[in-house]
Nanobody, 124 residues
């Protein structure tokens, strides 16, 4: 049974940092892409970042480029390092695993497995 378990959310002041973790289990993920998405109250779920497990190739939403960094390790854990956080980054953050084509890594429909979500709140 595939499981993605997230941790690391919380409350932080604007300008601060948080690191989210996503522990993956239940299958081999070497051919998968790990995506990060977020959903703020009353808004659609939006793409944040993605990283391929095999090559570590990354892609980011324009709103987080230069501030967020996606990473993975051999122990099947994906990370999202979030620096210079802004109040508009407040949302529930989800990790996801799938095999989207490179041009579709920002499409949530291309991901098969999802974590439970973790709340990130940035105060001004």
């Amino acid at each position: 049974q595939v499981q993605l378990v997230e941790s690391g959310g919380g409350l932080v002041q604007a300008g601060g940092s948080l690191r989210l973790s996503c522990a993956a289990s239940g299958r081999t993920f070497s051919s998968y892409t790990m995506g990060w998405f977020r959903q703020a109250p009353g808004k659609e779920r939006e793409f944040v970042a993605a990283i391929t497990w095999s090559a570590g190739s990354t892609s980011y939403a324009d709103s987080v480029k230069g501030r967020f960094t996606a990473a993975i390790n051999n122990a099947r854990t994906a990370y999202l390092q979030m620096n210079s956080l802004k109040p508009e980054d407040t949302a529930v953050y989800y990790c996801a695993a799938g095999r989207p084509p490179p041009s579709n890594r920002d499409n949530a429909l291309r991901y098969d497995y999802w974590g439970q979500g973790t709340q990130v709140t940035v105060s001004s």
